[in-house]
């Protein structure tokens, strides 16, 4: 999708800054065509033309994603970030660096993925069709999800041990799916998910349970 406005004015920074203003959106953002030079009348008086440009912007589900991010870190009082964008078929991954930056990601992760959740909503708009949006801080994910897999390695190893079933504390989407992944890959053990969002947990259970003497 390509976003443009086309603006006339007495000289090109002019014409430019006032494309800018209608799209919303800061120069540098923003790619140029000029389709007129500015020309002076002659003598001051006769002929002369104002500058005229072409302001444009492929707008795209990641650039939009990462647009509506950045304003809501400017409404949450946050300056100085930046977003690094890695696009990806169908899915991105906007990576924030700044400074304080760890009140964003939230108990165990609820206020990243409460932002990754609306920013993904706003990106789905753009082509009204699925597009997964993942925002990390600090490589907070990749840190989180080997804590999940070494904590179901560990927990494995226990279930496989006693042969009792193990429940996990309540987690997200993301959270159980790297529970399940793991779990997928040990012998001995198999998972499920039990419970209502947002208290849903992770049991994990031998497949040699202990039996029961009545």
């Known amino acids: 999708m390509l976003k443009e406005a086309i ?14 203003a209608e799209l919303g959106l800061e120069e540098d953002q923003l790619q140029f065509e000029i389709l007129q030079m ?15 440009v072409r302001a444009y912007i492929e707008i795209t589900p990641a650039s939009t994603a990462a647009a509506y991010l950045d304003s809501i870190l400017k ?19 906007l990576s924030l660096e700044g400074e304080d930056l760890g009140f964003i990601i939230g108990r165990r992760g609820d206020t990243l993925d409460a932002l990754q959740y609306l920013t993904g909503l706003v990106a789905n708009r753009v082509d009204n069709a699925y597009y997964r949006v993942t925002i990390d801080v600090g490589n907070y994910r990749e840190k989180r999800e080997k804590t999940l897999e070494n904590l179901a390695k560990k927990l494995s190893s226990q279930v496989i041990r006693t042969g009792r079933s193990v429940t996990l504390e309540p987690m997200n989407p993301y959270e159980r799916r790297v529970i399940h992944a793991t779990i997928q890959g040990i012998d001995g053990v198999t998972s499920s998910s039990i419970g209502e969002e947002p208290s849903r947990r992770v049991v994990i259970s031998s497949t040699n349970p202990v039996k029961k003497n009545y």
């Not at 004015?9 to 006032?18: G, I, V």
């Not at 500015?38 to 008086?45: D, E, R």
């Not at 409404?75 to 991105?92: D, F, L, P, R």
């Open 7 to 20: 603006k006339e004015a007495t000289t090109l920074e002019e014409a430019k800054r006032a494309a800018a």
């Open 38 to 52: 500015p020309q002076k009348k002659t003598l001051g008086l006769f002929g002369g033309c104002p500058a005229k």
């Open 75 to 93: 409404g949450m009082g946050v300056s100085g970030t930046t977003i690094a964008i890695k696009e990806e078929e169908n899915a991105c991954t």
